[in-house]
């Protein structure tokens, strides 16, 4: 560093005893319980740490001011932080964000191969053994990487990841930063890195960098962390795992790993910078210095104690998590639901109602071989159930206490109140937190497969799966389980079914041979039924047990399987297959008893007559139709303002002397009726809508619609529509061939 100190924005390192009494201070402060070496790789970066320093106390020992330091409380336990101003290029991008974890092989998929695929090592609890020969760990994480080059990558990998989210922002957050600064302090928790590979020597046989590495990683504020690197242009691989020398304005190549030497001469660089240009915020024409003065100096927390240290990563991640896993903080919807489901683990574990390795495994975190009751010969399919079935109930308990723990962490109904909603939220996390042990994640609606009935939770057989499919084709009991918990996970691995999109209209698919077939839309739960069709029974059990071998032969294409469920080698099953093989079910539900006849309606005005017509027809939609007696019913005053009127004879219905259903001419007729009032109520509606918007353009006031009443009425026209889709093929289901 040179001898001359330019003035500028941007803060040199203190000295070492000004470091050194940072640090002791940090370590007298009651609660804090973190490692040394991760204090020592800080303290460069803070500017002017005698600011948050106390007076001495009787013995001369100094510690942290109580404005320096806050705890924080979450589901999962409770950490300590500490309140400083921290250099703007500090702090490093995570990996192990939620909102990125799916662009990396999970360690909970038992088929990763090390070495080969993308995926992040585990994270566990900083240890060390003391004086008296016992492991014991502090408030800091710990993981093991293959080389520092992969190191490097994981941080470069997760900017990539950010970005595409960033893209999604209503507002550039990196100018905003150059205009305004930071506003909201990032948390860092400090993790160190062991390199599992010796680093490389010089010519002499000197290593040319260190085999770990400490970094303060980003729990909170990634974006922001990214963006302030990005300014400065460097990048966070590089503040974890050193600088490159030219970045710092040397001659000489290689690389400066310690933060006190290249930290000192890069905020040199840049008071020089800072000096010597004219001020132009431009982010093309404008110097670095100027664009990143605003974040020269930020503030952080920094964690750095916990009572329960073995539970650390669950607890930052805690603390993060119920701020993203709702718009518009970025999370899609496979890290929403993971996010959901890991924070439900996580208060289990504090609770003392799951052990943590328990909670490491359906988390994602550890391999589902390191749980105690996992036999080594269990294989891949085996594994897999093993997970998704202890996640089914733990997110789905019968524990009463644990189904008010969920009320309260997933913000519910009371457990005898669950709502379908609050269900399907339950559902994606289990499937999300799922797909986990499997290449690649599915999109977590796939899930949404219970009713209402579930709230109660799920009991299991708690049969192994091999007996299951075994006994599939005679027991009952075993099919169902299959066909209930593990059938649709198991087709979407292989994507031969997907969740409803409301968007397969006119979409056509190629069959064997060469033509072109319309797909049909459908649920999942109408999967689910097809597969339960008592003439496929065994065809559906093959179809499991050719997913089952697929899995286990790493997943391959499964082969399709012939009408008596056996698998045939060489030919791969397609959704179109499938759909083909198990066609849509278009039943009706169990006929009810005979309801009454349906009263006359009262002689409203027509708008209103129509609209009460209609919230009958949807309330019947999916029953049985029921008996009519009289000459009078909805369909008379279907038509909206402005349809030419039936005539009357047309819509007599003929009285019948006992309830039962009419004749299917009647029932025709009825139908071409109200098809035909729908038809002129939409057009009346749009008619009615344009008007009003033309209105609302021509005059000042405020728009005409409330947000609540648009609201309404929005998913009111959604819920419609959804139902009139349905009845085309309904209805062609039922016409005669030509």
Request: proline share 9%; charged share 25%.
């Amino acid at each position: 560093m040179p001898e001359d100190v330019i003035e500028g924005p941007f803060p040199l390192p203190a000295s070492k005893e000004r470091q050194e009494q940072w640090i002791e201070a940090v370590l007298a402060t009651d609660g804090v319980n973190l490692p040394r070496g991760a204090l020592e790789n800080v303290a460069p970066f803070i500017a002017d740490p005698g600011e948050t320093l106390g007076d001495p106390d009787s013995d001369g020992v100094r510690r942290l001011k109580g404005g320096a330091v806050r705890r924080i409380r979450t589901d999962a336990g409770e950490m300590l932080v500490a309140i400083v101003r921290m250099h703007g290029v500090g702090g490093v991008l995570w990996s192990h964000n939620e909102r990125i974890s799916s662009i990396w092989r999970s360690v909970a998929d038992p088929t990763v191969a090390q070495g080969t695929e993308k995926t992040l090592a585990s994270v566990r609890p900083w240890s060390h053994v003391d004086d008296e020969g016992r492991e014991r760990s502090l408030a800091a994480l710990e993981s093991s990487v293959p080389n520092r080059q992969a190191l490097i990558m994981d941080a470069e990998d997760a900017a990539d990841a950010l970005l595409k989210y960033d893209r999604l922002r209503k507002y550039d957050l990196g100018e905003d930063l150059v205009l305004n600064g930071q506003q909201e302090p990032g948390m860092y928790v400090p993790q160190y890195f062991r390199l599992q590979d010796n680093p490389e020597v010089d010519t002499e046989g000197n290593p040319l960098y260190p085999d770990a590495y400490w970094g303060w990683m980003a729990v909170r504020g990634n974006n922001r962390t990214q963006k302030r690197q990005s300014i400065f242009r460097l990048s966070s691989g590089e503040v974890l795992a050193g600088v490159p020398a030219e970045k710092l304005g040397r001659t000489e190549g290689g690389v400066v790993c310690d933060p006190q030497v290249w930290l000192a001469e890069f905020s040199t660089l840049l008071n020089r910078e800072f000096a010597e240009a004219e001020k132009d915020l431009d982010p093309k024409t404008g110097a670095r210095a100027h664009r990143a003065a605003a974040i020269a100096v930020v503030e952080a927390h920094l964690v750095i104690g916990t009572p329960t240290p073995q539970r650390l990563y669950r607890i930052v991640q805690m603390s993060n998590r119920r701020d993203h896993v709702n718009p518009p903080l970025e999370f899609d919807a496979v890290g929403r639901s993971r996010a959901l489901g890991r924070g439900v683990m996580g208060m289990y574990v504090a609770r003392q109602l799951m052990d943590e390795k328990t909670a490491e495994v359906l988390s994602g975190l550890a391999p589902i071989r390191e749980l105690p009751d996992v036999s080594p010969d269990m294989s891949v399919s085996e594994l897999r159930d093993r997970r998704s079935m202890a996640l089914l109930q733990a997110l789905f308990p019968t524990d009463p206490l644990k189904r008010h723990l969920l009320q309260r962490a997933l913000s519910e109904n009371p457990p005898s109140q669950l709502k379908a909603t609050e269900i399907h939220q339950r559902a994606r996390a289990w499937s999300a937190l799922t797909s986990e042990s499997y290449p690649k994640p599915w999109n977590p609606r796939i899930g949404e497969i219970f009713t209402t009935k579930i709230r109660d939770g799920v009991v299991l057989s708690g049969r192994p799966l091999p007996d299951l499919l075994a006994a599939a084709n005679t027991d009952d009991d075993a099919f169902e389980e299959l066909v209930s918990y593990r059938a649709v996970h198991w087709l979407a691995s292989f994507a031969l079914v997907e969740p409803d999109r409301g968007s397969l209209d006119g979409q056509e698919a190629i069959d064997d041979a060469g033509g072109r077939v319309a797909r049909a839309r459908r649920t999942v739960t109408n999967v689910l039924q097809a597969l339960r069709h008592e003439k496929k029974r065994m065809m559906a059990v093959g179809v499991l047990r050719a997913l089952v071998a697929a899995m286990d032969d790493g997943d391959r294409r499964p082969w399709r399987v012939s009408s008596n469920g056996l698998q045939l080698p060489g030919r791969e099953m397609t959704p179109l297959w499938f759909d083909m093989e198990f066609p849509k079910e278009m039943g009706t539900r169990p006929r009810k008893a005979p309801v009454p006849p349906l009263a006359a309606p009262p002689t409203t005005s027509a708008p209103q007559a129509a609209t009460s017509a209609r919230e009958q027809v949807w309330a019947h939609a999916e029953t049985d139709p029921p008996a009519f007696t009289g000459a009078t019913g909805p369909a008379a005053v279907l038509p909206a303002q402005g349809a030419p009127a039936a005539h009357p004879a047309q819509l007599a219905i003929p009285a019948s002397p006992h309830p039962g259903p009419p004749a299917a001419d009647t029932l025709m007729v009825r139908i071409e009726e109200l098809i035909h009032g729908v038809s002129e109520g939409s057009t009346e509606i749009r008619r009615l809508l344009q008007e009003l918007r033309n209105r609302a353009e021509d005059s000042p006031t405020p728009p005409p619609i409330t947000r609540c009443r648009a609201d309404a009425a929005v998913r009111r026209l959604n819920q419609t529509v959804a139902r009139l889709r349905e009845l085309p093929e309904l209805v062609e289901t039922m016409a005669e061939s030509e």
